[in-house]
């Protein structure tokens, strides 16, 4: 069965095609930039090493589609005989809210759904709505799954998801702890369990999302029971742009002082903070700012430690929810590539079970590992995510 994976953002769609009868192959990827403004660019590559990089004339989600299938219908790179290969195509999907919690086919009920939980997710449902629409139009026939970011997180009980609000927010307005990168924390415990040689649902795990944007879950028995993003994708630890945890007071005082509209203090706390505001290099990504602090810059080695202490924060207080811990999981960018950042984090945890293993903690690799010591009590693994795969996989089970 071959299953298109779909990821359409503001200005970017970004599209994965498997065979996943033929141990889930990835036929050909890519990504599409800057749709809507000048220079618009597309990335392919193929199974068979082949790649075409290059302007392309999309306007809109619609025209990304179309592009897309003319690649993979392509005599030289293309990987399918006829668009009718497709069996289904799986979207990612931001916000479902309460309304939607499971891989659901997005029919015109689902899609109305869809554009409801917009109300908490305006940067993101309605730019995956137009991803939809344009598949629908491109690829008329095609079941189209939605896979949503908020899933995985639907288990946590009401202690973990309300805030200190008039209770009137949450049941008016749906104001609770929602939760972000579900496909991912889902993906990476049930990977960490299958590395771990030990059943899913007898297990206490942390995931460790560090990527550009982070967030942290505390999974019991396979489930979520609670996780550190919010209401929006902004609360929890430090993240590239994004400031995590903030005292909302501190926020009233600067837009006070520099007179902001909701609108400008919104920009500050997810474009201009985080990694970004606090190294204040001009770059959010933690490779610049390693390399920034290796050379001696001050504000760049203060603003890692001040993400690996965050970091570790999360970690004790999950491990307080789960009531112990098993295997704490590190994935996406840094949590994959940073063995700095990994052994700052997990630095001084070795009295309560963590005890990192250094030479297993620095090998590079694509491989799912564990970078504890053979007896240290809790388990330290990195697991590559995969969010396309996990993606296609519940897009497969939901039409096949
Ligand atoms: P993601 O959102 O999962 O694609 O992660 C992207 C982010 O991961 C980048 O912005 C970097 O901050 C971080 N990252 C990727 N590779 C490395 C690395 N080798 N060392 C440190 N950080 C990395």
Same mark, same amino acid.
């Given at each position: 069965?071959?299953?298109?994976?779909?990821?359409?953002?503001?200005?970017?769609?970004?599209?994965?095609?498997?065979?996943?009868?033929?141990?889930?192959?990835?036929?050909?990827?890519?990504?599409?930039?800057?749709?809507?403004?000048?220079? /618009?660019?597309?990335?392919?590559?193929?199974?068979?090493?082949?790649?075409?990089?290059?302007?392309?004339?999309?306007?809109? =989600?619609?025209?990304?589609?179309?592009?897309?299938?003319?690649?993979?219908?392509?005599?030289?790179?293309?990987?399918?005989?006829?668009?009718?290969?497709?069996?289904?195509?799986?979207?990612?999907?931001?916000?479902?809210?309460?309304?939607?919690?499971?891989?659901?086919?997005?029919?015109?009920?689902?899609?109305?759904?869809?554009?409801?939980?917009?109300? #908490?997710?305006?940067?993101?449902?309605?730019?995956?709505? !137009?991803?939809?629409?344009?598949?629908?139009?491109?690829?008329?026939?095609? =079941?189209?799954?939605?896979?949503?970011?908020?899933?995985?997180?639907?288990?946590?009980?009401?202690?973990?998801?309300?805030?200190? #609000?008039?209770?009137?927010?949450?049941?008016?307005?749906?104001?609770?702890?929602?939760?972000?990168?579900?496909?991912?924390?889902?993906?990476?415990?049930?990977?960490?369990?299958?590395?771990?040689?030990?059943?899913?649902?007898?297990?206490?795990?942390?995931?460790?999302?560090?990527?550009?944007?982070?967030?942290?879950?505390?999974?019991?028995?396979?489930?979520?029971?609670?996780?550190?993003?919010?209401? /929006? =994708?902004?609360?929890?630890?430090? !993240?590239? /742009?994004?400031?995590?945890?903030?005292?909302?007071?501190a926020i009233f005082q600067i837009m006070k002082w520099e007179n902001l509209t909701p609108d400008e203090a919104?920009?500050?706390?997810?474009?201009?903070?985080?990694?970004?505001?606090?190294?204040?290099?001009?770059?959010?990504?933690?490779?610049?700012?390693?390399?920034?602090?290796?050379?001696?810059?001050?504000?760049?080695?203060?603003?890692?430690?001040?993400?690996?202490?965050?970091?570790?924060?999360?970690?004790?207080?999950?491990?307080?929810?789960?009531?112990?811990? @098993?295997?704490?999981?590190? /994935?996406?960018?840094?949590?994959?590539?940073?063995?700095? !950042?990994?052994?700052?984090?997990?630095?001084?945890?070795?009295?309560?079970?963590?005890?990192? @293993?250094?030479?297993?903690?620095?090998?590079?690799? =694509?491989?799912?590992?564990?970078?504890?010591? @053979?007896?240290?009590?809790?388990?330290?693994?990195?697991?590559?995510?995969?969010?396309?795969?996990?993606?296609?996989?519940?897009?497969?089970?939901?039409?096949?």
């Amino acid at each position: 069965m071959v299953i298109l994976v779909i990821n359409a953002g503001s200005s970017s769609v970004k599209f994965t095609i498997f065979d996943m009868a033929n141990q889930k192959k990835v036929l050909a990827s890519g990504l599409i930039e800057r749709i809507g403004i000048e220079g /618009t660019t597309m990335k392919y590559a193929n199974h068979r090493g082949e790649e075409v990089k290059g302007e392309v004339p999309v306007k809109n =989600p619609q025209d990304a589609v179309k592009i897309i299938s003319e690649r993979l219908l392509d005599s030289k790179v293309g990987v399918l005989k006829s668009l009718s290969d497709i069996k289904a195509i799986g979207h990612r999907i931001v916000q479902g809210m309460e309304k939607i919690q499971e891989p659901i086919l997005l029919n015109a009920e689902a899609k109305n759904i869809v554009r409801e939980c917009a109300v #908490l997710a305006p940067l993101h449902n309605p730019h995956n709505l !137009m991803g939809i629409e344009a598949c629908e139009a491109v690829l008329p026939g095609v =079941p189209n799954v939605g896979v949503f970011d908020t899933a995985f997180h639907a288990t946590m009980p009401p202690e973990a998801y309300l805030y200190g #609000l008039p209770y009137k927010y949450y049941e008016n307005n749906h104001i609770r702890r929602y939760g972000f990168h579900g496909t991912s924390h889902a993906y990476v415990a049930k990977a960490a369990a299958a590395l771990d040689g030990r059943p899913l649902d007898k297990l206490k795990i942390i995931t460790a999302h560090l990527g550009n944007g982070a967030s942290l879950a505390a999974v019991k028995n396979g489930q979520c029971q609670d996780t550190s993003m919010g209401v /929006t =994708p902004l609360e929890g630890v430090i !993240m590239g /742009t994004r400031s995590g945890d903030v005292d909302p007071s501190a926020i009233f005082q600067i837009m006070k002082w520099e007179n902001l509209t909701p609108d400008e203090a919104d920009s500050l706390l997810n474009k201009k903070s985080g990694i970004l505001g606090l190294a204040n290099i001009g770059s959010s990504d933690l490779r610049d700012v390693e390399a920034e602090a290796d050379k001696g810059n001050k504000l760049c080695a203060q603003a890692l430690k001040v993400y690996a202490y965050r970091v570790k924060k999360y970690i004790g207080a999950y491990m307080a929810v789960l009531g112990g811990l @098993d295997i704490l999981v590190f /994935t996406a960018g840094a949590g994959e590539n940073s063995s700095t !950042m990994r052994a700052a984090i997990v630095a001084g945890l070795e009295g309560i079970g963590l005890k990192l @293993d250094a030479s297993k903690n620095s090998v590079r690799s =694509p491989e799912p590992r564990v970078i504890s010591t @053979d007896d240290s009590p809790i388990k330290i693994h990195v697991i590559p995510t995969n969010e396309e795969l996990a993606i296609a996989e519940a897009t497969a089970k939901l039409v096949g």
